[in-house]
């Protein structure tokens, strides 16, 4: 008898480590052009150290620099989600690995967050097939207030509403189609209103955009922007799902001013 129970243990701790999902495989991506006194790592660097601390994710870096650019079919075959930032250097992305990236997306699945810039990529442009432009976007280092307006999105888990005390202001309206979810809203003293956190399916991969983060500024350092990043990182890997009719939560000030940001001052 026994045997019998620790054959039966052995079976159910045994089953348990088989059912254990195996890691999410992260490769973080990116040009390497933020100034190194903010981010000495790059903001890929940042977020994978950040990213490192949690058992169920992989971490790998990639930039320009690598062979392929970091984005090799290999590579990306052993890639569940594409964590991406370019600006300067988006026009010298070879082409050939975009359609990689795509193929990936659309037939296999793979997760791409967008960062910030990467609003004009290569890759969110073909993606969404869309311009991916805003009415305009200006470096001006005024606080953006960060409203948690869908909470019952994995994405928004751990998240309340926070204030970045600098960066770049985005102005709608943002040429994309219409998002699946839009999860946090940013408002500026201008009175702009701006979706920052936006999800789309694509073929059979999950897409998720993240606007604030100007290189220029510590953001991603902040604990909200990172617990975004991870929680953003599992959604598209789709470890979590999002609840059908999520309701939206009304928070922080309506929209006052639409269109291109004029400085007044």
């Known amino acids: 008898m026994r045997l019998i129970i620790l054959c039966v243990l052995w079976l159910v701790v045994g089953g348990s480590v088989m059912a254990a999902p195996p890691r999410i495989r ?25 990213l490192r601390q949690f058992s169920d994710i992989e971490v790998k870096t990639a930039g320009l620099s690598d062979p392929g650019a970091g984005l090799s079919e290999a590579v990306l075959a052993e890639t569940d989600v594409l964590v991406w930032f370019d600006h300067r250097r ?20 793979m997760g791409f967050l967008g960062l910030h810039s990467a609003h004009h990529s290569k890759v969110i442009k ?25 909470p019952g999105h994995p994405i928004a888990e751990g998240v309340s509403d926070f204030t970045i005390p600098q960066t770049e202001i985005y102005t709608e309206p943002f040429e994309v189609p219409p998002p699946e979810a839009v999860i946090v809203e940013g408002t500026w003293e201008s009175g702009h209103r701006s979706r920052d956190v936006m999800t789309w399916s694509v073929g059979k991969g999950r897409v998720v955009y993240i606007r604030a983060g100007h ?12 617990r975004l990043v991870s929680n953003a990182v599992r959604y ?29 001052n």
Do not use: C
């Open 26 to 50: 992260v490769l973080l991506w990116s040009e390497q052009t933020e100034p190194r006194d903010v981010y000495p790592k790059g903001i890929n660097g940042a977020l994978a150290d950040y």
């Open 90 to 109: 988006r026009a010298e992305v070879p082409d050939e690995a975009v359609d990689r990236i795509i193929r990936h997306v659309r037939e296999r699945g």
């Open 126 to 150: 073909r993606l969404l097939d869309a311009t991916g432009s805003w009415s305009s976007y200006v470096n001006h280092g005024k606080p953006e207030h960060m409203w948690v307006v869908l």
């Open 215 to 226: 290189e220029t500024y510590p953001i991603f350092f902040m604990p909200q922007m990172q």
């Open 236 to 264: 598209a890997a789709r470890r979590t799902d999002a609840p059908k009719n999520l309701k939206r939560r009304e928070a922080g000030p309506p929209a006052t001013t639409h269109g291109p940001y004029v400085n007044r």
